[in-house]
Each structure stands twice: as C-alpha cells, then as structure tokens.
C-alpha cells in the first residue's frame, strides 16, 4: 500500500506585521518523489516566483492540501489569555489534520517543530487531534529541510502569506516592507505609524518590537 504523508509547517512566526500561516500538503509517496525530483525545497531556499510556480503545482498534485492563517488581532487576543505562539500552532496544526485526516487511510504526519521541545510539544497537538487511530505524528526540527512533504507545506505557507502582504500592501503601501523586525524597512514604518489608529490592524501590539516602539513615540512627544 503506497503510503500517506502529510508534512505540516508555519510561515510568518515573527513578523511584527501580518498573519502567521500554516499550512499542510498531503502527498503519497510517488508524489513526494516526483515533488523532489522538480526542486520542491525548504521554501527558505527559493526565490518568490519559483515558489508562486511551484505551489501551483503542489496544489495541482497534491491528494490534499490545506492553509490555515492567523491574523495580529487574533494573536494578540490568544496572547491577552496566555496563549503563547507555540501552543497557537499547535491549536493549528491540530485543526489542519483534523480537516485533512480522511480516517481510513494510514498517515504518517511530519510537522516542523517550533518547540525546543519536540515531544512536549507533539502530545499538545496529539490532545486535540479526532482521530488519531490512523496515525503516526512526528516532530522534527529542519523537517522543512529533511522532508519534502514539509517543504511542499512551506511553499504553500509562504506564498499564501506573501498574498496577504501584497493585499496590505495594496492598502498601506510598499513601505510596510516584508513585516519581519529585522527588515529596515518595516523598522521605520513601525516608528512612523506606530500610534496611528489607521494602522492598528496590521501590528502585533503583542510583539515587545511594538511595544518598544510605542513607548518611544510617547517618549518623544514628552520632549
């Protein structure tokens, strides 16, 4: 019987601008083999239109996929409940094998880790799974790297959280940058807009980024 896999990974974990993505791509074995051979990798390691060409395909090919996205309001209101980013994926990954798991088939679920600890972490997914009588979950760090069912979910979380950027940027403007802390231009659109009520959808007031830059725009009109 040809196997099952469903490889699980997170796009947009830090950014202080924009939806974190999850996404999970289920593939048989022939498939993943056939992925590997066209270039399916981490999707770290491509450019933005060779990943936008090849999550075409992975959606043309794959037996299932499927894209969960949380936005900063959402984060921040788990946040506020001591919900922290961690146990936000889990509570993601758990929903993606929940729709995804079809219960008669056996499925072997590779999902890249966010969790320093990797078993801790895989029994909080486990304890809000349906169905887990089919499966075999594990966890791994770099599975984004070491398997291409998780590099296919990487593709698929990246683009579609590089489509929600697009949207923002449409509304906001380029200068928003790629959202991410360490991109100097997101940095000074924080500084610049960080007080502004037309923007207080896109930030993660959560993030100790926001705050900081916050308390400095405070700071500054005390001057």
Known sequence: MTQLILGIDDAGRGPVIGPMVLAGCLVDEETEKEFKRIGIKDSKQLTQKRREFLEKIIKEKAVAF????????????????????????????????????????????????????R?????????????????????????????????????????????????????YGKDIGSGYTSDPVTKKFLEKHVKNPKHKEIFRKSWKTWKRANQDSAQKKLV
């Not at 995804?100 to 890249?112: A, E, M, R, T």
């Open 119 to 171: 078993i801790k972490w895989r029994d909080s997914v486990q304890t809000m799974i349906k169905n887990l009588s089919n499966l075999e979950i594990v966890c791994e760090h770099k599975a984004d790297v070491n398997h291409t069912s998780v590099s296919a979910a990487s593709i698929l979380a990246k683009t579609e959280r590089e489509k929600e950027m697009d949207k923002l940027k449409s509304i």
């Open 66 to 117: 499927k894209v969960e996205s949380m936005s900063p309001h959402e984060i921040d209101s788990k946040n506020a409940d001591g919900v922290n980013l961690n146990e936000l994926e889990a509570i993601m990954a758990s929903k993606i094998i929940n729709e995804i798991n079809p219960g008669s088939k056996k499925i072997k679920v590779i999902i890249d880790c966010p969790s320093p600890n």
